[in-house]
């Protein structure tokens, strides 16, 4: 269960482009971390090198280092599958399989590796939806495809999929930028929630949901277009937003809060 | 919103009438709000799409009119002939033809010949095609998927005649101890079992049903990887972040996303099979006797029956004969295709 994460030196590339540059930075075991910073700054790259989703993009490389409780991820002889079984990922866009009921949604990483005790599955689903705070509104349907339910719904499916599994860590991409102010709110008191379990980072272009959800906060930047992003500066998030020692991120800030 | 609207819409009733509609305040929805504006406003803007939709409609009724209108002419030819028929046309296995004023034909043998190789090319082909297009769309570098993709679309190309001379004189020579084989240990099985020549000839079912199922491949592998391609990457991406392995996506993802266009697309090769003609005139024998209902049966299917008849077309009566035969042919590919749209929009309803 929850585990920290150790990033060094990490270096990304899509083909002969330097996406992200020099970034280490520590995730603490039960805590948030936001990530947060302008479009195209590299933040989800950096999230998708953290479960090795990045190298899923054809012509792309890592150097450096992620270490989850210690194990380089990127060791030689680790295999990807199962770095991705350990460290979950929630999407910008709610990707639930379409065509499978909403139960087998929730079970699809359990069914990947193995479980197949029915009781056991039932159980999980249950376990998931409730965590997901889903349970009360799927209950009755749960033969239902998973594609019949709403976008913030469709996402909390996501999440409980992604938690279903037990993470040692969930990774999550912008997960509210495509919902209603109700079902963000849902999503982030979840996410205080899922914070006594997990290890969170969170990707987010809202600066009022980082304040509120995240303990420790990342500020990305780039200095232009096909330049590499770089981190700034990351801390405890009321610093941050308080008082960071970073002239860029007071720009950044201040900027969007007007 | 909408009364500001109106008055500034109301205001200029001098002016070109189609300029208001395409202001900004003023959305094409609230036009019949507004009864001042010439009625003709509308026809005015719209000339562009009246045109197009009369055109769109106009060719689409024309395809069907000519394919009432083929299926009128075949229906009108094959009655005379149907009615001179001695034997039943359903039920009887006979082809008597030769003369007018004795027509005794029915379609028994004929459609057992044609939908057995064309049934026995779709079980070879299907996983065939699906195998290359999952392999060509999911593992293959694009370097080499284009090229081999390529390759797969030029066996469309070659002519059927040359499929029937290959098929006739080297695939037949090459799968006779194949047929054997299979004739001797599974014989037991009634569809392995002695046909009516001999499983060493090679000019049966068995060797026509392979090479249908080489002619059919480019089209399902296309559809299918046209479908396989298509998968959303966003849920590539869930299955691969849970943990999924290739062949998992492919279970999870990509296979359920796309099953519905690649039975689609084999139900076009089952229609491309069922009317395949000159190819299997070459590999088939001809043959007197009735079939076993054996892969190991020779004989003719509509198509072949039809272009093997062509001396004789000097009869109406006899030609009548062979367009009934073209007829049922006709109905059945119909029925193949609207089977195939039934199985993608009953499948695709799942998805919501
Ligand atoms: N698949 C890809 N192939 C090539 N370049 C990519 C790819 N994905 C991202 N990039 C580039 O990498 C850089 C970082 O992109 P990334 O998606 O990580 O930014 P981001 O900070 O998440 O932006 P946003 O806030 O808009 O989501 C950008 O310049 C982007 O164009
Ligand atoms: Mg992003």
Known sequence: MAKRLDIENLNLYYNKFHAVQDVSLQVHARSVTAFIGPSGCGKSTVLRSLNRMHEVVPGSRVEGRVLLDGENIYAPGVDPVQVRRTIGMVFQKANPFPTMSIRDNVVAGLKLAGEKNKRKLDEITERSLRGANLWEEVKDRLNKPGGGLSGGQQQRLCIARAIAVQPDVLLMDEPCSALDPISTLAIEDLIAELKKDYTIVIVTHNMQQAARVSDQTAFFNVAGVGQPGKLVEIGETGKIFSNPSQKATEDYISGRFG | ?352
């Open chain 2, 1 to 352: 919103m909408t009364e500001s609207t109106n008055s500034q819409r109301a205001a200029p009733p001098g002016e070109n009438g189609a300029a208001p509609v395409n202001t900004p305040e003023g959305p094409v929805l609230e036009a019949p709000l507004t009864p001042p504006n010439p009625p003709n406003e509308k026809k005015v803007v719209r000339v562009g799409d009246r045109i197009f939709r009369t055109m769109a409609t106009a060719s689409g009724a024309f395809v069907v009119a000519l394919i009432a209108a083929i299926g009128l002419f075949l229906l009108i030819r094959a009655i005379p002939a149907l009615h001179a028929n001695e034997a039943n046309f359903l039920l009887s296995g006979r082809w008597e033809t030769g003369d007018p004023e004795h027509l005794a034909f029915g379609i028994v043998d004929l459609a057992w010949i044609t939908v057995a190789s064309s049934v026995f090319a779709l079980v070879l082909a299907m996983p065939v095609a699906a195998g290359i297009a999952l392999f060509l769309t999911q593992y293959a570098p694009r370097v080499l998927a284009r090229p081999f993709a390529y390759v797969v679309d030029l066996l469309a190309a070659v002519p059927s005649v040359i499929y029937g001379l290959w098929g006739a004189l080297v695939l037949a020579p090459v799968l006779k101890p194949v047929a054997v084989w299979l004739n001797t240990n599974l014989g037991w099985i009634p569809i392995f079992g002695d046909g009516n020549v001999p499983a060493d000839s090679g000019s049966n079912v068995f060797t026509a049903g392979i090479v249908l199922a080489v002619m059919i491949l480019p089209i399902i592998t296309g559809v299918a990887r046209e479908v396989f391609a298509r998968t959303p990457s966003a849920q590539i991406e869930g299955a691969l972040a849970l943990g999924a392995t290739k062949w998992e996506v492919v279970r999870t993802t990509v296979w359920p996303f796309g099953r519905s266009g690649f039975v689609g697309g084999s139900m076009l090769g089952l229609g491309r099979a069922l009317g395949e003609t000159v190819a299997l005139t070459v590999i088939l024998s001809y043959t007197y006797e009735g079939p076993h209902y054996s892969i190991f049966d020779a004989g003719a299917t509509f198509a072949s029956r039809i272009a093997l008849g062509s001396a004789e077309f000097n009869d109406n009566l006899t030609v009548g004969a062979y367009i009934a035969a073209g007829l049922v042919l006709f109905v059945s590919t119909f029925a193949v295709n609207a089977l195939a749209r039934w199985i993608e929009s009953s499948s695709g309803r799942g998805k919501e």
